[in-house]
Protein backbone atom coordinates (compact mmCIF):
# COMPACT_ATOMS: atom_id res chain seq x y z
CA UNK A 1 0.00 0.00 0.00
CA UNK A 2 1.44 3.72 -0.81
CA UNK A 3 1.48 6.08 2.50
CA UNK A 4 -2.10 7.90 2.25
CA UNK A 5 -1.76 11.36 1.24
CA UNK A 6 -2.37 14.15 3.97
CA UNK A 7 -5.35 16.58 3.13
CA UNK A 8 -6.95 19.31 5.12
CA UNK A 9 -8.75 19.10 8.23
CA UNK A 10 -12.49 18.25 7.81
CA UNK A 11 -13.67 21.02 9.03
CA UNK A 12 -11.79 23.43 6.30
CA UNK A 13 -13.19 21.37 3.96
CA UNK A 14 -16.98 21.95 5.22
CA UNK A 15 -16.16 25.81 5.08
CA UNK A 16 -14.70 25.93 1.54
CA UNK A 17 -17.88 23.47 0.82
CA UNK A 18 -20.54 25.59 2.41
CA UNK A 19 -19.04 29.24 0.92
CA UNK A 20 -19.33 27.82 -2.73
CA UNK A 21 -22.92 26.30 -1.90
CA UNK A 22 -23.87 29.77 -0.63
CA UNK A 23 -22.80 31.48 -3.38
CA UNK A 24 -25.04 30.24 -5.28
CA UNK A 25 -27.87 29.99 -2.81
CA UNK A 26 -28.69 33.21 -0.92
CA UNK A 27 -31.24 30.71 1.44
CA UNK A 28 -28.14 29.01 2.71
CA UNK A 29 -27.78 30.74 6.22
CA UNK A 30 -24.89 29.95 8.93
CA UNK A 31 -25.82 30.30 12.45
CA UNK A 32 -22.50 30.84 14.63
CA UNK A 33 -22.03 31.34 18.61
CA UNK A 34 -18.68 32.67 18.39
CA UNK A 35 -17.63 29.96 16.88
CA UNK A 36 -17.09 30.93 13.51
CA UNK A 37 -13.08 30.62 14.21
CA UNK A 38 -13.07 27.04 15.28
CA UNK A 39 -15.35 26.34 12.64
CA UNK A 40 -12.85 27.76 10.19
CA UNK A 41 -15.98 30.58 8.66
CA UNK A 42 -14.28 33.92 9.03
CA UNK A 43 -13.94 34.46 5.10
CA UNK A 44 -17.42 32.90 5.20
CA UNK A 45 -18.26 35.79 7.20
CA UNK A 46 -16.54 38.34 5.33
CA UNK A 47 -17.34 37.31 1.92
CA UNK A 48 -21.34 36.35 2.73
CA UNK A 49 -21.98 38.69 5.96
CA UNK A 50 -25.68 38.57 4.91
CA UNK A 51 -25.95 35.07 4.97
CA UNK A 52 -24.36 33.89 8.55
CA UNK A 53 -26.42 34.73 11.94
CA UNK A 54 -24.51 35.17 14.99
CA UNK A 55 -26.10 34.68 18.11
CA UNK A 56 -23.02 34.67 20.55
CA UNK A 57 -22.18 32.33 22.96
CA UNK A 58 -25.48 31.23 23.27
CA UNK A 59 -25.86 27.20 21.66
CA UNK A 60 -29.94 27.13 23.25
CA UNK A 61 -30.40 30.19 21.02
CA UNK A 62 -27.99 28.74 18.48
CA UNK A 63 -30.37 25.69 18.05
CA UNK A 64 -33.87 27.61 18.66
CA UNK A 65 -32.91 30.41 16.19
CA UNK A 66 -31.51 27.82 13.63
CA UNK A 67 -34.82 25.60 14.15
CA UNK A 68 -37.37 28.97 13.19
CA UNK A 69 -34.95 29.91 10.52
CA UNK A 70 -35.44 26.49 8.98
CA UNK A 71 -39.14 26.48 9.44
CA UNK A 72 -39.13 29.76 6.89
CA UNK A 73 -37.32 27.64 4.62
CA UNK A 74 -33.75 28.53 4.89
CA UNK A 75 -31.12 26.28 4.21
CA UNK A 76 -29.67 25.87 7.59
CA UNK A 77 -25.88 25.27 9.28
CA UNK A 78 -25.76 25.76 12.90
CA UNK A 79 -22.29 25.37 13.74
CA UNK A 80 -20.66 25.41 17.31
CA UNK A 81 -18.34 23.07 19.09
CA UNK A 82 -19.75 19.90 19.25
CA UNK A 83 -19.37 19.80 23.46
CA UNK A 84 -21.32 22.60 23.83
CA UNK A 85 -24.14 22.30 20.94
CA UNK A 86 -24.73 18.26 21.96
CA UNK A 87 -25.06 19.49 25.65
CA UNK A 88 -26.20 23.03 26.04
CA UNK A 89 -28.16 22.80 23.23
CA UNK A 90 -29.50 19.24 23.39
CA UNK A 91 -32.81 20.20 24.81
CA UNK A 92 -33.74 22.25 21.77
CA UNK A 93 -32.03 19.75 19.53
CA UNK A 94 -34.57 17.36 20.78
CA UNK A 95 -37.42 19.41 21.20
CA UNK A 96 -37.14 22.18 18.34
CA UNK A 97 -35.34 20.65 15.71
CA UNK A 98 -36.03 16.72 15.95
CA UNK A 99 -39.25 16.67 17.36
CA UNK A 100 -40.43 19.29 15.44
CA UNK A 101 -38.97 17.92 12.36
CA UNK A 102 -37.50 21.02 11.30
CA UNK A 103 -34.41 20.46 8.74
CA UNK A 104 -32.06 21.96 10.43
CA UNK A 105 -27.88 20.76 9.46
CA UNK A 106 -26.41 21.05 13.11
CA UNK A 107 -22.59 21.20 12.55
CA UNK A 108 -20.62 19.73 15.39
CA UNK A 109 -16.79 21.04 15.07
CA UNK A 110 -13.66 19.60 16.56
CA UNK A 111 -15.51 16.82 18.04
CA UNK A 112 -14.78 14.04 19.89
CA UNK A 113 -10.81 14.76 22.20
CA UNK A 114 -9.95 17.24 18.62
CA UNK A 115 -9.05 19.97 22.05
CA UNK A 116 -7.15 17.36 23.10
CA UNK A 117 -5.35 19.05 26.33
CA UNK A 118 -8.28 21.45 27.00
CA UNK A 119 -9.64 18.76 28.76
CA UNK A 120 -13.03 17.03 29.40
CA UNK A 121 -15.19 20.13 29.04
CA UNK A 122 -14.23 20.62 25.88
CA UNK A 123 -14.40 17.12 24.76
CA UNK A 124 -17.70 15.33 23.01
CA UNK A 125 -17.29 11.87 23.94
CA UNK A 126 -21.61 11.48 24.32
CA UNK A 127 -22.84 13.29 21.39
CA UNK A 128 -23.44 10.48 19.17
CA UNK A 129 -24.98 8.48 21.69
CA UNK A 130 -27.55 11.23 23.30
CA UNK A 131 -28.16 11.92 19.46
CA UNK A 132 -28.93 8.30 19.20
CA UNK A 133 -31.14 7.82 21.13
CA UNK A 134 -33.40 11.19 19.86
CA UNK A 135 -35.72 10.11 17.25
CA UNK A 136 -35.86 11.70 13.77
CA UNK A 137 -32.18 13.37 13.52
CA UNK A 138 -29.65 11.91 11.13
CA UNK A 139 -25.87 11.54 12.43
CA UNK A 140 -23.08 11.80 9.75
CA UNK A 141 -19.32 11.76 10.98
CA UNK A 142 -17.36 11.90 7.84
CA UNK A 143 -13.84 10.42 7.72
CA UNK A 144 -11.89 12.53 5.13
CA UNK A 145 -11.80 15.54 2.86
CA UNK A 146 -13.71 13.69 0.24
CA UNK A 147 -16.24 12.06 2.69
CA UNK A 148 -16.69 15.69 4.26
CA UNK A 149 -17.07 17.24 1.27
CA UNK A 150 -19.87 14.83 -0.70
CA UNK A 151 -21.71 14.97 2.73
CA UNK A 152 -22.29 18.62 3.36
CA UNK A 153 -23.43 18.92 -0.79
CA UNK A 154 -25.19 16.17 0.38
CA UNK A 155 -26.81 17.81 3.36
CA UNK A 156 -28.54 21.25 1.62
CA UNK A 157 -30.98 18.94 0.10
CA UNK A 158 -31.34 16.14 3.57
CA UNK A 159 -35.12 16.38 4.25
CA UNK A 160 -34.54 15.45 7.86
CA UNK A 161 -32.50 16.81 10.50
CA UNK A 162 -28.98 15.90 10.38
CA UNK A 163 -25.90 15.88 12.66
CA UNK A 164 -22.57 16.06 11.16
CA UNK A 165 -19.68 15.80 12.69
CA UNK A 166 -16.17 16.93 12.75
CA UNK A 167 -12.73 17.53 13.40
CA UNK A 168 -9.74 19.54 13.53
CA UNK A 169 -6.93 17.53 12.30
CA UNK A 170 -5.53 17.28 8.89
CA UNK A 171 -7.01 14.24 7.40
CA UNK A 172 -5.00 11.46 4.83
CA UNK A 173 -7.37 11.08 1.60
CA UNK A 174 -8.64 7.47 1.86
CA UNK A 175 -10.52 7.48 -0.94
CA UNK A 176 -9.75 6.57 -4.30
CA UNK A 177 -11.35 8.83 -7.52
CA UNK A 178 -14.61 8.07 -8.14
CA UNK A 179 -16.13 7.05 -4.55
CA UNK A 180 -19.83 7.32 -4.10
CA UNK A 181 -21.11 8.59 -1.27
CA UNK A 182 -24.60 8.65 -0.35
CA UNK A 183 -25.28 9.02 3.72
CA UNK A 184 -26.32 5.82 4.88
CA UNK A 185 -24.51 3.72 2.72
CA UNK A 186 -21.01 2.67 4.63
CA UNK A 187 -17.34 2.98 2.34
CA UNK A 188 -15.38 0.20 2.25
CA UNK A 189 -11.61 1.28 2.17
CA UNK A 190 -9.88 -1.74 2.22
CA UNK A 191 -11.02 -5.18 1.33
CA UNK A 192 -10.27 -8.58 3.49
CA UNK A 193 -11.33 -11.57 4.83
CA UNK A 194 -9.71 -12.26 8.73
CA UNK A 195 -10.79 -9.82 10.30
CA UNK A 196 -13.30 -6.34 9.78
CA UNK A 197 -12.20 -2.54 11.67
CA UNK A 198 -14.81 -0.89 11.20
CA UNK A 199 -14.72 3.33 12.31
CA UNK A 200 -15.99 6.57 11.64
CA UNK A 201 -14.57 9.82 11.61
CA UNK A 202 -10.87 10.44 12.21
CA UNK A 203 -9.88 6.77 13.37
CA UNK A 204 -10.61 5.54 9.95
CA UNK A 205 -7.78 6.67 8.66
CA UNK A 206 -5.63 4.84 11.86
CA UNK A 207 -7.96 1.41 11.02
CA UNK A 208 -6.61 1.70 7.31
CA UNK A 209 -2.87 2.37 8.21
CA UNK A 210 -3.82 -0.66 10.89
CA UNK A 211 -5.03 -3.05 8.13
CA UNK A 212 -1.81 -2.24 6.32
CA UNK A 213 0.59 -3.43 9.08
CA UNK A 214 -1.87 -6.51 9.12
CA UNK A 215 -1.64 -6.74 5.57
CA UNK A 216 2.25 -6.99 6.25
CA UNK A 217 2.03 -9.79 8.60
CA UNK A 218 -0.95 -11.98 6.23
CA UNK A 219 -3.55 -11.17 7.93
CA UNK A 220 -6.44 -9.73 5.58
CA UNK A 221 -8.46 -7.05 7.20
CA UNK A 222 -11.45 -5.35 5.51
CA UNK A 223 -11.67 -1.37 6.75
CA UNK A 224 -15.05 0.02 6.78
CA UNK A 225 -15.98 3.90 6.71
CA UNK A 226 -19.23 3.63 8.54
CA UNK A 227 -19.59 7.45 7.97
CA UNK A 228 -23.35 7.58 9.08
CA UNK A 229 -24.46 6.21 12.08
CA UNK A 230 -28.34 6.81 11.37
CA UNK A 231 -29.52 5.59 9.20
CA UNK A 232 -27.15 2.86 9.80
CA UNK A 233 -25.93 0.43 7.25
CA UNK A 234 -27.25 -2.83 8.59
CA UNK A 235 -26.29 -4.88 5.25
CA UNK A 236 -22.77 -3.57 4.57
CA UNK A 237 -21.91 -4.31 8.86
CA UNK A 238 -23.80 -8.14 8.59
CA UNK A 239 -22.35 -8.72 5.08
CA UNK A 240 -19.26 -7.81 6.30
CA UNK A 241 -19.29 -9.67 10.23
CA UNK A 242 -20.60 -12.79 7.91
CA UNK A 243 -17.14 -12.62 5.95
CA UNK A 244 -14.78 -12.19 8.89
CA UNK A 245 -13.41 -14.37 12.27
CA UNK A 246 -13.20 -10.87 14.13
CA UNK A 247 -13.93 -6.98 14.49
CA UNK A 248 -12.63 -4.18 16.08
CA UNK A 249 -14.37 -1.27 16.08
CA UNK A 250 -13.07 2.08 17.07
CA UNK A 251 -14.56 5.33 17.30
CA UNK A 252 -13.20 8.71 18.75
CA UNK A 253 -16.51 8.31 21.50
CA UNK A 254 -17.08 6.72 24.61
CA UNK A 255 -17.96 3.20 24.12
CA UNK A 256 -20.75 3.60 25.36
CA UNK A 257 -23.43 4.33 22.97
CA UNK A 258 -21.22 5.37 19.72
CA UNK A 259 -20.47 2.88 16.85
CA UNK A 260 -19.02 0.00 18.77
CA UNK A 261 -22.31 -0.56 20.37
CA UNK A 262 -24.42 -0.48 17.76
CA UNK A 263 -22.59 -2.70 15.73
CA UNK A 264 -22.59 -5.02 18.57
CA UNK A 265 -26.51 -4.43 18.71
CA UNK A 266 -27.15 -5.33 15.29
CA UNK A 267 -25.01 -8.33 15.73
CA UNK A 268 -26.58 -9.91 18.54
CA UNK A 269 -29.88 -9.26 17.35
CA UNK A 270 -29.24 -10.76 14.05
CA UNK A 271 -27.41 -13.69 15.57
CA UNK A 272 -23.96 -13.03 13.60
CA UNK A 273 -21.21 -13.19 16.17
CA UNK A 274 -17.42 -13.14 15.21
CA UNK A 275 -15.10 -12.09 17.65
CA UNK A 276 -15.85 -8.32 18.89
CA UNK A 277 -13.96 -5.55 20.16
CA UNK A 278 -15.14 -2.10 20.54
CA UNK A 279 -12.29 0.21 21.02
CA UNK A 280 -12.81 4.23 22.15
CA UNK A 281 -12.69 6.37 25.47
CA UNK A 282 -13.68 4.22 28.18
CA UNK A 283 -15.92 4.85 31.18
CA UNK A 284 -13.25 6.98 33.16
CA UNK A 285 -11.68 10.31 33.91
CA UNK A 286 -9.98 10.97 30.75
CA UNK A 287 -6.40 10.23 30.34
CA UNK A 288 -5.13 14.46 29.15
CA UNK A 289 -2.78 15.00 26.10
CA UNK A 290 -3.41 16.04 22.40
CA UNK A 291 -5.84 14.01 20.78
CA UNK A 292 -2.30 11.78 19.58
CA UNK A 293 -1.57 11.55 22.84
CA UNK A 294 -4.99 10.66 24.03
CA UNK A 295 -5.56 8.16 21.31
CA UNK A 296 -2.56 6.82 21.88
CA UNK A 297 -3.26 5.90 25.86
CA UNK A 298 -6.58 4.31 24.69
CA UNK A 299 -4.92 2.19 21.89
CA UNK A 300 -5.86 3.82 18.83
CA UNK A 301 -2.51 3.64 16.77
CA UNK A 302 -2.24 1.48 13.89
CA UNK A 303 -0.05 -0.45 16.01
CA UNK A 304 -2.28 -1.09 18.77
CA UNK A 305 -5.66 -1.32 16.37
CA UNK A 306 -3.21 -3.97 14.09
CA UNK A 307 -2.51 -5.69 17.85
CA UNK A 308 -6.22 -5.81 19.02
CA UNK A 309 -6.92 -7.47 15.89
CA UNK A 310 -4.22 -10.39 15.47
CA UNK A 311 -4.67 -11.63 19.44
CA UNK A 312 -8.75 -10.87 18.58
CA UNK A 313 -8.34 -13.19 15.53
CA UNK A 314 -5.78 -15.68 17.42
CA UNK A 315 -7.99 -16.53 20.13
CA UNK A 316 -11.31 -17.27 17.83
CA UNK A 317 -8.02 -19.93 16.18
CA UNK A 318 -7.13 -21.28 19.54
CA UNK A 319 -10.45 -21.30 20.64
CA UNK A 320 -11.81 -23.24 17.25
CA UNK A 321 -8.84 -26.33 17.97
CA UNK B 1 -63.88 41.42 14.81
CA UNK B 2 -66.12 43.66 17.02
CA UNK B 3 -65.61 44.13 21.49
CA UNK B 4 -68.87 42.76 21.42
CA UNK B 5 -68.26 39.53 19.66
CA UNK B 6 -64.75 38.88 21.26
CA UNK B 7 -66.19 39.54 24.91
CA UNK B 8 -68.83 36.56 23.84
CA UNK B 9 -66.14 34.73 22.03
CA UNK B 10 -63.99 34.31 25.58
CA UNK B 11 -66.84 33.51 27.55
CA UNK B 12 -67.68 30.57 24.89
CA UNK B 13 -63.75 29.55 24.47
CA UNK B 14 -63.59 29.14 28.21
CA UNK B 15 -66.31 27.25 28.52
CA UNK B 16 -64.89 24.42 25.62
CA UNK B 17 -61.89 24.77 27.30
CA UNK B 18 -63.40 23.63 30.87
CA UNK B 19 -64.86 21.25 29.74
CA UNK B 20 -62.27 19.49 27.62
CA UNK B 21 -59.96 19.20 30.40
CA UNK B 22 -62.90 18.00 32.01
CA UNK B 23 -63.90 15.11 29.47
CA UNK B 24 -59.64 14.27 29.03
CA UNK B 25 -58.98 14.05 32.59
CA UNK B 26 -55.95 16.15 32.40
CA UNK B 27 -54.98 19.51 31.51
CA UNK B 28 -53.60 22.91 32.27
CA UNK B 29 -56.95 25.15 33.83
CA UNK B 30 -55.60 27.96 35.27
CA UNK B 31 -53.38 28.60 32.86
CA UNK B 32 -55.33 28.43 29.81
CA UNK B 33 -57.95 30.34 31.13
CA UNK B 34 -55.28 32.97 31.79
CA UNK B 35 -54.55 33.03 28.16
CA UNK B 36 -57.85 32.64 26.51
CA UNK B 37 -58.27 36.03 26.08
CA UNK B 38 -55.12 36.86 24.53
CA UNK B 39 -55.48 33.91 22.42
CA UNK B 40 -59.29 35.33 21.06
CA UNK B 41 -57.73 38.88 20.08
CA UNK B 42 -54.66 37.57 18.43
CA UNK B 43 -56.34 35.02 16.46
CA UNK B 44 -59.59 36.99 15.71
CA UNK B 45 -58.49 40.59 15.31
CA UNK B 46 -54.88 40.86 14.97
CA UNK B 47 -53.17 37.72 13.76
CA UNK B 48 -53.65 36.91 9.28
CA UNK B 49 -54.10 33.30 9.69
CA UNK B 50 -55.89 31.60 6.75
CA UNK B 51 -57.87 28.14 8.55
CA UNK B 52 -57.91 26.63 5.02
CA UNK B 53 -54.27 27.20 4.06
CA UNK B 54 -52.56 27.29 7.17
CA UNK B 55 -49.44 27.15 5.48
CA UNK B 56 -49.95 29.94 3.10
CA UNK B 57 -46.73 31.97 3.51
CA UNK B 58 -47.97 35.28 4.16
CA UNK B 59 -49.32 34.34 7.08
CA UNK B 60 -48.21 35.69 10.58
CA UNK B 61 -46.80 33.29 12.50
CA UNK B 62 -48.03 32.02 16.47
CA UNK B 63 -45.61 30.17 18.41
CA UNK B 64 -47.18 28.68 21.88
CA UNK B 65 -44.13 28.61 23.83
CA UNK B 66 -46.15 28.19 27.05
CA UNK B 67 -46.83 25.05 25.63
CA UNK B 68 -48.77 23.59 28.51
CA UNK B 69 -51.90 26.33 27.93
CA UNK B 70 -52.45 24.15 25.27
CA UNK B 71 -56.20 23.73 25.87
CA UNK B 72 -57.00 27.27 24.90
CA UNK B 73 -54.87 26.90 21.30
CA UNK B 74 -56.65 24.32 20.99
CA UNK B 75 -60.14 25.74 21.55
CA UNK B 76 -59.10 29.15 19.29
CA UNK B 77 -57.95 26.72 16.42
CA UNK B 78 -60.62 24.75 16.55
CA UNK B 79 -63.58 27.83 16.52
CA UNK B 80 -61.41 29.15 13.59
CA UNK B 81 -61.71 26.49 11.49
CA UNK B 82 -58.36 24.92 11.46
CA UNK B 83 -59.86 21.12 12.49
CA UNK B 84 -62.71 19.66 12.87
CA UNK B 85 -64.53 20.62 16.44
CA UNK B 86 -64.75 17.17 17.45
CA UNK B 87 -61.24 16.55 17.56
CA UNK B 88 -61.14 17.97 21.00
CA UNK B 89 -63.23 15.42 22.45
CA UNK B 90 -59.77 12.99 21.60
CA UNK B 91 -57.94 15.26 23.51
CA UNK B 92 -54.95 12.80 25.48
CA UNK B 93 -56.60 10.03 24.02
CA UNK B 94 -54.30 6.85 22.70
CA UNK B 95 -53.19 8.02 18.99
CA UNK B 96 -54.62 11.39 19.29
CA UNK B 97 -52.74 14.14 18.12
CA UNK B 98 -54.09 16.47 20.37
CA UNK B 99 -52.02 15.78 23.13
CA UNK B 100 -50.85 17.65 26.48
CA UNK B 101 -48.66 20.49 24.07
CA UNK B 102 -48.92 21.57 20.99
CA UNK B 103 -47.40 19.63 17.57
CA UNK B 104 -47.18 20.35 14.47
CA UNK B 105 -49.74 17.11 13.69
CA UNK B 106 -52.11 19.61 14.44
CA UNK B 107 -53.11 22.14 11.65
CA UNK B 108 -52.35 25.43 12.45
CA UNK B 109 -49.78 24.51 14.88
CA UNK B 110 -46.43 25.80 13.73
CA UNK B 111 -43.88 24.74 16.11
CA UNK B 112 -43.61 21.67 18.83
CA UNK B 113 -43.35 23.29 22.32
CA UNK B 114 -44.04 22.40 25.83
CA UNK B 115 -40.33 22.72 27.08
CA UNK B 116 -40.04 26.11 28.37
CA UNK B 117 -38.28 28.79 27.31
CA UNK B 118 -38.12 27.78 24.17
CA UNK B 119 -40.49 29.49 21.79
CA UNK B 120 -38.83 32.55 22.02
CA UNK B 121 -35.58 31.63 19.98
CA UNK B 122 -37.88 30.11 17.34
CA UNK B 123 -39.33 32.99 16.56
CA UNK B 124 -36.62 35.04 16.99
CA UNK B 125 -35.58 32.54 13.80
CA UNK B 126 -38.78 33.12 12.02
CA UNK B 127 -38.19 37.41 12.70
CA UNK B 128 -34.99 36.77 10.89
CA UNK B 129 -35.59 35.11 8.16
CA UNK B 130 -39.03 37.42 7.53
CA UNK B 131 -36.91 40.38 7.82
CA UNK B 132 -34.19 38.98 5.66
CA UNK B 133 -36.51 38.08 2.88
CA UNK B 134 -38.56 41.51 3.11
CA UNK B 135 -41.88 39.85 3.78
CA UNK B 136 -44.43 41.46 5.63
CA UNK B 137 -45.87 38.68 8.29
CA UNK B 138 -45.36 38.93 11.62
CA UNK B 139 -43.99 36.60 14.60
CA UNK B 140 -45.93 36.50 17.66
CA UNK B 141 -45.32 33.91 20.71
CA UNK B 142 -46.51 33.66 23.99
CA UNK B 143 -44.93 33.12 27.41
CA UNK B 144 -45.64 32.25 30.90
CA UNK B 145 -44.50 33.96 33.43
CA UNK B 146 -43.32 31.05 35.21
CA UNK B 147 -41.27 30.39 32.11
CA UNK B 148 -39.11 33.83 32.01
CA UNK B 149 -36.59 32.17 34.57
CA UNK B 150 -35.48 29.99 31.97
CA UNK B 151 -31.98 31.44 30.95
CA UNK B 152 -32.97 31.09 26.95
CA UNK B 153 -35.34 33.69 27.46
CA UNK B 154 -32.46 36.01 27.92
CA UNK B 155 -30.68 34.74 25.26
CA UNK B 156 -32.87 34.80 22.93
CA UNK B 157 -34.04 38.48 23.77
CA UNK B 158 -30.43 39.86 23.27
CA UNK B 159 -30.70 38.34 19.62
CA UNK B 160 -34.32 39.79 19.09
CA UNK B 161 -33.18 43.27 19.99
CA UNK B 162 -29.67 42.95 18.77
CA UNK B 163 -31.68 42.12 15.03
CA UNK B 164 -33.62 44.95 15.26
CA UNK B 165 -37.12 42.69 15.12
CA UNK B 166 -39.98 44.92 15.13
CA UNK B 167 -41.39 42.02 13.69
CA UNK B 168 -41.75 40.34 16.86
CA UNK B 169 -43.98 40.32 19.25
CA UNK B 170 -43.75 39.13 22.43
CA UNK B 171 -46.24 38.42 24.86
CA UNK B 172 -46.29 37.49 28.55
CA UNK B 173 -49.14 35.94 30.61
CA UNK B 174 -48.30 37.58 33.65
CA UNK B 175 -50.68 36.39 36.12
CA UNK B 176 -48.29 35.99 38.82
CA UNK B 177 -49.05 32.37 39.58
CA UNK B 178 -46.78 28.98 38.68
CA UNK B 179 -47.42 25.74 39.84
CA UNK B 180 -45.55 26.41 43.56
CA UNK B 181 -47.12 29.57 44.01
CA UNK B 182 -46.58 33.35 43.63
CA UNK B 183 -43.90 33.90 40.78
CA UNK B 184 -42.08 36.78 43.17
CA UNK B 185 -42.24 33.83 46.02
CA UNK B 186 -40.70 31.31 43.41
CA UNK B 187 -38.05 33.45 41.93
CA UNK B 188 -38.44 36.93 41.87
CA UNK B 189 -39.26 38.55 38.06
CA UNK B 190 -39.89 42.14 39.12
CA UNK B 191 -39.56 44.81 37.56
CA UNK B 192 -40.20 43.15 34.22
CA UNK B 193 -40.81 45.92 32.54
CA UNK B 194 -37.96 47.68 32.74
CA UNK B 195 -36.16 44.32 32.50
CA UNK B 196 -37.34 44.05 29.24
CA UNK B 197 -36.62 47.62 28.05
CA UNK B 198 -32.99 47.21 29.23
CA UNK B 199 -33.05 43.96 26.99
CA UNK B 200 -34.62 46.48 24.44
CA UNK B 201 -37.94 45.69 23.54
CA UNK B 202 -40.48 48.70 23.57
CA UNK B 203 -42.54 47.62 26.30
CA UNK B 204 -45.65 47.98 26.47
CA UNK B 205 -48.88 46.95 29.65
CA UNK B 206 -52.11 46.14 29.08
CA UNK B 207 -54.99 43.94 30.96
CA UNK B 208 -54.57 40.44 29.43
CA UNK B 209 -58.08 39.75 30.26
CA UNK B 210 -59.89 42.68 28.51
CA UNK B 211 -59.88 42.28 24.63
CA UNK B 212 -61.00 46.03 24.01
CA UNK B 213 -57.85 46.68 26.01
CA UNK B 214 -55.67 44.09 23.98
CA UNK B 215 -57.34 45.44 20.35
CA UNK B 216 -55.89 48.60 21.11
CA UNK B 217 -52.26 47.55 22.12
CA UNK B 218 -51.76 45.13 19.12
CA UNK B 219 -53.37 47.85 16.97
CA UNK B 220 -50.33 49.82 17.79
CA UNK B 221 -47.47 47.47 16.43
CA UNK B 222 -45.15 47.88 16.04
CA UNK B 223 -44.62 50.20 19.50
CA UNK B 224 -41.15 51.54 18.31
CA UNK B 225 -39.53 50.84 14.53
CA UNK B 226 -36.45 48.99 15.20
CA UNK B 227 -37.23 47.11 18.65
CA UNK B 228 -39.24 43.87 19.13
CA UNK B 229 -42.27 44.33 20.65
CA UNK B 230 -43.58 43.13 24.08
CA UNK B 231 -46.60 43.05 25.87
CA UNK B 232 -46.84 41.83 29.38
CA UNK B 233 -50.72 41.29 30.03
CA UNK B 234 -52.00 41.42 33.30
CA UNK B 235 -53.99 38.31 33.96
CA UNK B 236 -56.31 36.33 36.49
CA UNK B 237 -54.92 32.48 36.23
CA UNK B 238 -58.52 30.95 36.08
CA UNK B 239 -60.11 34.15 34.74
CA UNK B 240 -64.15 34.03 34.20
CA UNK B 241 -64.30 30.92 37.33
CA UNK B 242 -64.72 32.18 40.99
CA UNK B 243 -63.11 29.04 42.69
CA UNK B 244 -60.46 28.74 40.19
CA UNK B 245 -59.26 32.34 39.73
CA UNK B 246 -55.85 33.50 41.15
CA UNK B 247 -55.53 30.01 42.87
CA UNK B 248 -52.05 28.29 42.03
CA UNK B 249 -53.85 24.43 42.89
CA UNK B 250 -55.91 25.13 39.74
CA UNK B 251 -52.69 24.85 37.96
CA UNK B 252 -53.53 21.45 36.37
CA UNK B 253 -56.30 20.53 38.65
CA UNK B 254 -58.88 18.81 36.42
CA UNK B 255 -62.75 20.06 37.16
CA UNK B 256 -64.97 17.18 38.74
CA UNK B 257 -68.20 17.14 37.07
CA UNK B 258 -70.13 18.81 40.40
CA UNK B 259 -66.75 21.92 39.66
CA UNK B 260 -67.38 21.90 36.30
CA UNK B 261 -71.42 22.32 36.39
CA UNK B 262 -70.93 25.41 38.83
CA UNK B 263 -68.03 26.57 36.53
CA UNK B 264 -70.45 26.46 33.19
CA UNK B 265 -73.68 28.07 34.81
CA UNK B 266 -71.24 30.87 36.47
CA UNK B 267 -70.25 31.60 32.50
CA UNK B 268 -73.14 31.26 31.20
CA UNK B 269 -74.26 34.00 34.08
CA UNK B 270 -71.48 36.03 32.94
CA UNK B 271 -72.54 35.73 29.40
CA UNK B 272 -76.48 36.96 30.50
CA UNK B 273 -74.60 39.79 32.16
CA UNK B 274 -72.84 40.87 28.91
CA UNK B 275 -76.41 40.57 27.02
CA UNK B 276 -77.82 42.72 29.14
CA UNK B 277 -74.69 45.21 29.61
CA UNK B 278 -75.31 45.87 25.28
CA UNK B 279 -78.86 45.91 25.77
CA UNK B 280 -78.80 48.54 28.53
CA UNK B 281 -76.05 50.58 26.37
Known amino acids: MQPLEVGKPNQQIFSDTLLKLAESDRNLLVVTSDSRGSGRLVAFGKQLPAQIVEVGIAEQNLVGVA???????????AVSPACFLTARGLEQIKNDVAYSDQPVRLVGISAGVSYGALGTTHHSLHDLAVLQAINN????????????????????????????RLGKKAMHHLHAPGADFVIGKALRIRRGDDVALLANGETVEIAAQAADLLAARGISADVLSIHTLRPFDEAAVLETARRVKAIVTVEEHSVHGGL????????????????????????????????????????????????????????TRVEAI | MQIPELERKSIEYRKTILSSIAQAGAGHTGGSLSCTDILNVLYNAVMRVDPHNPNRSERDRYIHSKGHSV???????????????????????GGSHWVGHPTRKVAGVE?????????LSVAVGMAIAAKQDGLAHRVFTLMGDGELTEGSIWEASMSAAFYKLDNLIVIIDRNTLQITGRTENVMALEPLAERFSAFGYAVRTVDGNDVAALVDTFAQIPFEPGKPNLVIARTTKGKGVSF??????????????????????????????????????
Not at chain 1, 261 to 270: C, E, G, K, N
Not at chain 2, 112 to 117: E, F, Q, S, V
Request: proline share 5%.
Open chain 2, 71 to 93: EALYTVLADKGFFPAEKLATMGR
Open chain 2, 111 to 119: QNTGALGHG
Open chain 1, 67 to 77: AGLAAAGKHVF
Open chain 1, 137 to 164: IDIVVPADNFETQAAVEAAIMHPRPLYL
Open chain 2, 244 to 281: IEDAADWHHHVPTAAELTTALAELDQAEQRRQERYATA
Open chain 1, 260 to 315: GSRVATLLMQAGVTPALRIVGIPDEYTYTGSQQEIFAHYGITPADLAQTAELLLHA
